[in-house]
């Protein structure tokens, strides 16, 4: 005998307010939490507090990621073989500490590549829109 089955509806996920600077401001800082975990740690090695406090100071507390979003972020770049960690033991704590590697700085470097070509086509899409006539070109990244 079958048993009829009921289903459960989830709610409806609510649309994004693309309008509201702050859905813009999370999705680019949150890209730009991996960027600049690289580049502080091409610096020195640190343990995960060491980085969240050098991407915060960094960049001006522009970028200030979570233990909760850094620690993952370690995890999977040390995972990938783009940092390496040991254990240092301070005042009778364990810290996993981690250094860029190789792999890593070329990793750096390639994202430095893409936010320089990101940045240009902000530049010009901003300038495309501020111009009162159709610009003659597009820029490379609208145009693809």
Same mark, same amino acid.
């Given at each position: +005998? ?23 401001? !999370? ?18 090695? +640190? ?11 960094? *960049? !001006?507390?522009?970028? =200030? ?15 990938? !073989? ?10 009778? @704590? $364990? @810290? ?8 890593? @700085? ?9 936010? +320089? ?6 530049? $010009? ?6 111009? *009162? $006539?159709?610009?003659?070109? *597009?820029?490379?990244?609208? =145009?693809?």
């Amino acid at each position: +005998m079958n048993t009829p089955r009921t289903t459960q509806r989830r709610p409806a996920r609510q649309s994004p307010d693309y309008a509201d600077p702050a859905y813009w401001q !999370g999705t680019i800082k949150m890209s730009l939490s991996k960027f600049f975990v690289l580049c502080v740690l091409q610096q020195k090695a +640190m343990h995960g507090y060491e980085v969240v406090q050098a991407v915060e100071r960094t *960049t !001006g507390g522009c970028c =200030s990621p979570t233990e909760g979003t850094v620690y993952p972020m370690l995890n999977e770049f040390e995972a990938g !073989g783009y940092l390496t960690s040991h254990t240092d033991t301070v005042q009778g @704590r $364990a @810290r996993k500490v981690y250094a860029i590697t190789q792999k890593g @700085r070329d990793a750096f470097q390639t994202a430095v590549g893409a936010w +320089m070509e990101a940045t240009d086509c902000i530049i $010009a899409g901003k300038a495309a829109a501020d111009a *009162t $006539a159709r610009p003659q070109g *597009t820029a490379k990244c609208c =145009s693809e």
